[in-house]
């Protein structure tokens, strides 16, 4: 099997120009071969209309859902110390504001 690219011109997948070439290439199929890449287009939509996705995508919504309630709980009470004076987040500072210091 041989391919019309150079020698080293090879680049990964993930590349824009790559994915430019890949393209460019499926779009000359598609001119060349229009039956066959109508027919290739159904058949990679048919088989993503199987997978699960609406279901895996509801499933993630509600874990974050869940999720969601604690974190706010934690932001708000951490607000309200700092609302207090309390600083309980930065490293090294006292856990509470002391007193201020008396008169003579």
Do not use: H, W
Request: net charge neutral; aromatic share 6%.
């Amino acid at each position: 099997m041989s391919t019309d690219r150079a020698p080293g011109s090879e680049s990964s997948p993930m590349t824009g120009s790559a994915l430019e070439a890949f393209a460019r290439d499926a779009s000359l199929y598609a001119r060349e071969e229009p039956a066959k890449a109508l027919g290739t287009a159904f058949g990679v939509g048919f088989l993503f209309a199987l997978l699960p996705i609406g279901r895996v995508l509801s499933a993630l919504l509600g874990i974050l859902m869940q999720l969601l309630r604690p974190a706010l709980l934690l932001l708000g009470f951490v607000k309200l110390l700092e609302t207090a004076g309390i600083d309980c987040c930065r490293p090294g500072s006292p856990k509470a504001q002391s007193e201020p210091p008396a008169n003579p």
